[in-house]
C-alpha cells in the first residue's frame, strides 16, 4: 500500500531526516567549545541540510527539480556519515552514540536512493 502524501512533511524520509536532525543538536551540545564554529557548526549543517533540501524540492517545479534537490540531501547525508565518524574518532560521541545516528544516516540514505529511483 501506497504512502498518502499531501506534503513534503508526510515524507516518512523527510520525519527520519528531520529527527535525526534533532538528535544531531543534542549530541553535539556537549562537544568541546572550540568546535562551536567548526565541527558542531559542520555537523549540525550537514545534518539540517538533508531535511532541508527534501523540503525545498517538494516546493519546486516538477520530479526532475525534486530529484535533483533529494540528490543534494543524499551528499549531505554522506557527508553527516562522515562528521559522525570524526566525532566518535575524537572522543566526542560515544561508540554506542556513533553506531546508533550511524545506522539512521543509513536508512536515510538508502530511503533517499529509493526516492531518487521514484521520481525517474
Request: no cysteine; glycine share 6%.
Amino acid at each position: 500500500m501506497e504512502q498518502k502524501i499531501n506534503s513534503v512533511a508526510d515524507l516518512k524520509v523527510f520525519q527520519k531526516a528531520h529527527a535525526l536532525t534533532l538528535e544531531i543538536y543534542k549530541a553535539t551540545a556537549s562537544f568541546p567549545q572550540e568546535e562551536k564554529f567548526a565541527l558542531t557548526d559542520q555537523i549540525r549543517r550537514a545534518a539540517a541540510s538533508v531535511g532541508a533540501n527534501i523540503f525545498e524540492g517538494g516546493y519546486r517545479a516538477g520530479k526532475n527539480e525534486f530529484r535533483h534537490f533529494v540528490n543534494i540531501a543524499r551528499g549531505s547525508a554522506g557527508e553527516v556519515k562522515y562528521f559522525l565518524l570524526l566525532s566518535k574518532d575524537l572522543g566526542y560521541i560515544t561508540e554506542k552514540q556513533f553506531e546508533h545516528l550511524n545506522s539512521d544516516i543509513d536508512e536515510i540514505t538508502r530511503m533517499l536512493y529509493g526516492l531518487i529511483k521514484s521520481l525517474k
